[in-house]
């Protein structure tokens, strides 16, 4: 309790003129502020500023919705419905003291902001749906995942182990007091996440944010406590069983072990299960396909210890998703059989660059000139729809690309009229016509960008969007 006492004393020290301001400070940094805040916070329509992160809540994003709340104070952390078992034990013992909203207590008419944490994809959150055609909020996002389709306006990202690493850094950053109880809830999403740093997503960072935790007083006794579950009765028997059947094949060049198992009902942390399974049968990746007969569901995870085998892009044509190195995916009425060749032949045509973008791309590109207007520029992005437009030269060569966030830097009214040379963003990423659909995803996760001009011989010929390359991995090209 020692944190309580000191970050009080760190409001007596404050120059806070109101007492309103006092109560709201020494309620910083402290586990009942959400609550508080949110009630201290004049409740003026649309002023609301809301955290939420995916169903299916685990540790990490727990953890991350509670760091937000320290990094934005007077916010309000929702709770989606469900959420892990493991991490139900957990809030109703702490259910206290970090005050949850769930998604039915917020009137979204009133969300003026919205922080989106550990996802970047609108059908993961829970009760959202409403906010994600609203063009008057703000959106901030905190997530470590690649793919996703939340057009945030201030972005964190990072392909780090867990999602409350990059949170971590900026609390460290901004020297935001956390409590042990907190300290030790971070620590749970971070070894959760990262398999107990074991997992090969995780990165230097992940080991500096458990030394910061570590030292904040997190304590390992409560981790063990609630993270035990992980890897308990049920898990074990089903490792066993895998094992037993373990089979290993070369495909393409890989040693790759598909096993399949029935199973009753949702058993958790089966990313647990496969994870030491490939450790154990010893090869580059490998697949469980754990049927359940009863609800006619099969779920599909992978997991991979080369990056040139990427699980997160073979689940993401089964209709789930995943990182380079672990993925899952979850089919409704179809035979495991049928799974199998599926992934084989995902790994199979891993290199597979037949399709060129020239297949994919859309064309004619609308372009404009350096001259344009940013009034008429802005006009062009309205009637197509789209979110940016290449700047080009009269060779056809792009120079700049001007989209809706450089409108932001727009200050005066008479600006409308200045040429978009003042304001387009003149690093472009563009891409060779002869490269294929995954590398241009590739690029468009890296850049964290959503359109891609496709030249030939410098010249714009093209533009990838997302949305083309998400048709070439769903599989849906016309033939
Ligand atoms: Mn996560």
Known sequence: MSHWIKSQKTVITTRSSSKRNIVAKS???????????????????????????????DFDALASLVAGTILYPGSRPVLPGAVNPNLKSFISIHKDLFGFYSPKEIKIDDVKTLVVVDTNSWKRLDGMGQLKERSDIKIINWDHHPEGDIDAHEVHREEVGANITIMIRELEKQRKLITPIQASLFLMGLYEDTGNMTFSSTTPDDARAAAYLLERK?????????????????????????????QRQEIGGFSISIARMDVEGHVQNLSVVLHMYREIVNVDAAFG????TERDTCMVIGRSNLEQLNIGMIMRSMGGGGHPGAGSALLKSTNPDVIEEMIIEMIKGNQQSSVMLSDIMSYPVVTVSEDTTVEEAAMILRDTGCSGVPVVDSDDHVIGIISRRDFRKIRKNNQMLSPVKAFMSREVITIDHKKSAIDAARLMIKHDIGRIPVVEDDKIIGIVTRSDAMLYFYDLLPD
């Open 27 to 57: 309620l910083e940094s402290t586990y009942i502020r959400p609550i508080e805040c949110a009630f201290l916070q004049t409740n003026r329509r649309g002023s609301m500023q809301i955290i939420t992160t995916h169903k299916g809540t």
């Open 289 to 292: 396909i754990f049927r359940d």
């Open 218 to 246: 997190a304590d390992l006794q409560i981790l063990t406590t609630f993270l035990r579950h992980a890897y308990g009765k049920k898990q074990k028997d089903i490792l066993f069983e895998m094992i037993q059947h373990a």
